[in-house]
Each structure stands twice: as C-alpha cells, then as structure tokens.
C-alpha cells in the first residue's frame, strides 16, 4: 500500500524559506518519478515540481522556477522541495505525489507577516 507522509510546513515570513520532506512507503521508490503539488484557497491543484526516479532531471511551474528546488535520496526513501524567497502567493497545503498511484495528506505553509 503506497503510503507518502509530508512534513515541514509552517508559518514563515515573506522572504522565507521551508524545506519539506515526503517520506514514501509501499513501494519501490527508486523506480519511479515523484511530483510536488499544491493548492492554495478558492483555488485548484496545482503541479510545482516534478524529480526523475533517479534525481537526473527536473522540471517546475513557472511560478516557482529559481526559487524552489526539488530533490530526493533514494537511500532514504525521501524527496524535499526546497522552498527560498517566499511570498503570499506560495500559501497553500503542498501535497507529495506518486504520479497515478497515490497522495500524502499534505502539509499547510503559510507566508505571513
């Protein structure tokens, strides 16, 4: 059963940074590519960041493009997104995905002042 359990959200100030982590169970993580995706308020899901099984290539929304960055350790089981100059808009719950197969339950970041 493919489980994916985010952590690392929180309150942080415009300019900010967060790093989440989506430990992933259930299933070969190694083999396959993993998604970050969000959704903010009155708004629907969003894709942020997409990693390659192996971390080889990567792509990301234009909206966050420079800013986030994505990764994972395999040996671990584990993919990040690094999260640097936040702004208001980067408010929403960011959910860990494993394409076609299953979600986290998500973690709340909020940019406040």
Do not use: H
Request: proline share 3%.
């Amino acid at each position: 059963q493919v489980q994916l359990v985010e952590s690392g959200g929180g309150l942080v100030q415009p300019g900010g940074s967060l790093r989440l982590s989506c430990v992933a169970s259930g299933f070969t993580f190694s083999s396959n590519a993993m998604r970050w995706y969000r959704q903010a308020p009155g708004k629907e899901r969003e894709l942020v960041a997409t990693i390659t099984s192996r971390g080889g290539s990567t792509t990301y929304a234009d909206s966050v493009r420079g800013r986030f960055t994505i990764s994972r350790d395999n040996a671990k089981n584990t993919v990040y997104l690094q999260m640097n100059s936040l702004n208001f808009e980067d408010t929403a719950v960011y959910y860990c995905n494993l394409p076609f197969r299953g979600w986290g339950q998500g973690t709340q970041v909020t940019v406040s002042s």
